[in-house]
T-cell receptor, first 110, second 117 residues
C-alpha cells in the first residue's frame, strides 16, 4: 500500500497560472518535505514542516508556498509558474533519520 | 556545510555480477547519517540503505551493502547479483543528526547504473 501519495502524477499548467500540488501520507510522520528536481539533477529541498512549524530554505523563491492543514496532508502552491519551474516535485516524510518519498508530480509549464 | 561527491556519472554491469557505486562526503558535523536512494525512470525515490556515523558495523539490506570507511569519508554502495530491474539512477545522501528530527538531506549528483543482460 502506498505510504506517501502525490496527486496528480502529471500536471500541465500555463505560464503564470497558479497551480497546487498535493501530498498525503499514511505513516503519521511529523516531518514533511518538498523537493524540486530538474532533469538530470539531484533533488533540491524547497522547505519542510516539523509538525506545523514551517521551515523555508534560504534560496527558495517567494513564488513557492506551502500549506500543511493537518498531519496527513501537505500542499505546494506555485503562485505564478515560469518555464523554469518545470520539474519533478517530490514530497517526503520522516519520523527519524530516513525520509520516505512519494512517486512525485511532473510539472510541465506551457 | 555538507557535501556529497559521486564521481561516476554512469556505470555498466553485467546481470548477476556485483557492482560498487562510489560516494565520498565532507561534513563538520560530529554525528551524521548516510543514505542511498534509487530512482528509476518513473521518478520515485526509493530508500535503499542507511548508515549512522557511529555504527560499528556496515549496513546491509538484502543485496545492498554499504561499505563505510569513516577515516576516508566514503560510503560506497555495493549491489550484489545485479538484476535488470536495478537499472536506475542512484543517489548518495547525508544528513546531520544534530538537528533533531529535522534531518535535511544533502544529495550527490547521482550515478546512472545500467545492467546489461
Amino acid at each position: 500500500d502506498a505510504m506517501v501519495i502525490q496527486n496528480p502524477r502529471y500536471q500541465v499548467t500555463q505560464f503564470g497560472k497558479p497551480v497546487t500540488l498535493s501530498c498525503s501520507q499514511t505513516l503519521n510522520h511529523n516531518v514533511m518535505y518538498w523537493y524540486q528536481q530538474k532533469s538530470s539533477q539531484a533533488p533540491k529541498l524547497l522547505f519542510h514542516y516539523y509538525d506545523k512549524d514551517f521551515n523555508n530554505e534560504a534560496d527558495t523563491p517567494d513564488n513557492f508556498q506551502s500549506r500543511r492543514p493537518n498531519t496527513s496532508f501537505c500542499f505546494l502552491d506555485i503562485r505564478s509558474p515560469g518555464l523554469g519551474d518545470a520539474a519533478m516535485y517530490l514530497c517526503a516524510t520522516s519520523y527519524l533519520e530516513t525520509q520516505y518519498f512519494g512517486p512525485g508530480t511532473r510539472l510541465l509549464v506551457l | 556545510a555538507q557535501k556529497i561527491t559521486q564521481t561516476q556519472p554512469g556505470m555498466f554491469v553485467q546481470e548477476k555480477e556485483a557492482v560498487t557505486l562510489d560516494c565520498t562526503y565532507d561534513t563538520s558535523d560530529p554525528s551524521y547519517g548516510l543514505f542511498w536512494y534509487k530512482q528509476p525512470s518513473s521518478g520515485e525515490m526509493i530508500f535503499l540503505i542507511y548508515q549512522g556515523s557511529y555504527d560499528q558495523q556496515n549496513a546491509t539490506e538484502g543485496r545492498y551493502s554499504l561499505n563505510f570507511q569513516k577515516a576516508r569519508k566514503s560510503a560506497n554502495l555495493v549491489i550484489s547479483a545485479s538484476q535488470l530491474g536495478d537499472s536506475a539512477m542512484y543517489f548518495c545522501a547525508m544528513s546531520p543528526k544534530s538537528q533533531g528530527s529535522n534531518y535535511k538531506l544533502t544529495f550527490g549528483k547521482g550515478t546512472l547504473l545500467t545492467v546489461n543482460p
